[in-house]
């Protein structure tokens, strides 16, 4: 049975702020965890309108392992093949800080202006257990840092909670609405 968007897991379910661990062989089990990952990123994808699924961390299927997913093409639907990064670390951040939007599939409908640096060096392991080593530089570099933090058990809401200006909703026609801070910093299901 293929895992579907009702595996993902939301706040504030409490394992979304527990650390990850690091894989220490790259087992069948792992594999599964890789493949289901991506099932479950497509499956969300195909139930949204205006939002492309472009990455995942295992935690968000509940598998508290050190590993990310992240579609090869960040803009195109059509194309669903992912690359894998396992025990994916940032061993350099460089470039400045830039303030985008930023969502994830944990916190449905929100969306967040996330400071992040623009350029980021990453270090991880393919699904072959080989080194990996890349530079990664504006959206890409975004997507790394959102999907690093998430290993730490860091959600991107937790960047900007004292920033009354952040905070916006996706409504179903696709757009971006400020949210009002007062019910963003008083919501119980966003915070610890
Ligand atoms: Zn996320």
Redesign the pocket.
């Known amino acids: 049975m293929s895992l579907t968007k009702d595996d993902i897991i939301t706040l504030p379910n409490p394992h979304l702020r527990q650390k990850s661990l690091r894989v220490a062989y790259i087992t069948e089990e792992i594999k599964r965890v890789v493949q289901d990952m991506i099932d479950a990123t497509l499956s969300w994808d195909a139930s949204r309108n205006h939002e492309v699924g472009v ?3 295992a935690v ?1 299927i509940d598998q508290l392992y050190q590993i990310i997913v992240v579609r090869n093409d960040l803009e195109h639907k059509e194309d669903q093949t992912f690359m894998v990064f396992i025990n994916p670390v940032i061993t350099k951040k460089e470039g400045e800080l830039s303030k985008d939007y930023e ?5 449905p409908d929100i969306y967040g202006k996330v400071k992040r640096y623009t350029k980021v060096r990453v270090k991880a392991l393919d699904l072959n257990g080989q080194t990996i080593r890349l530079t990664a530089e504006g959206f890409l570099a975004r997507i790394f840092q ?2 690093i ?2 290993l730490n058990g860091l ?2 809401i937790d960047h900007i909670k004292d920033d009354p200006n952040a905070f916006y909703h996706l409504d179903e026609d696709g757009k971006l609405t400020k949210l009002a801070y007062e019910s963003v910093k008083t919501d119980p299901i966003l915070w610890e």
């Open positions: 990455a995942l961390a968000q969502g994830c599939l944990s916190v959102h999907e933090d998430h959600m991107f």
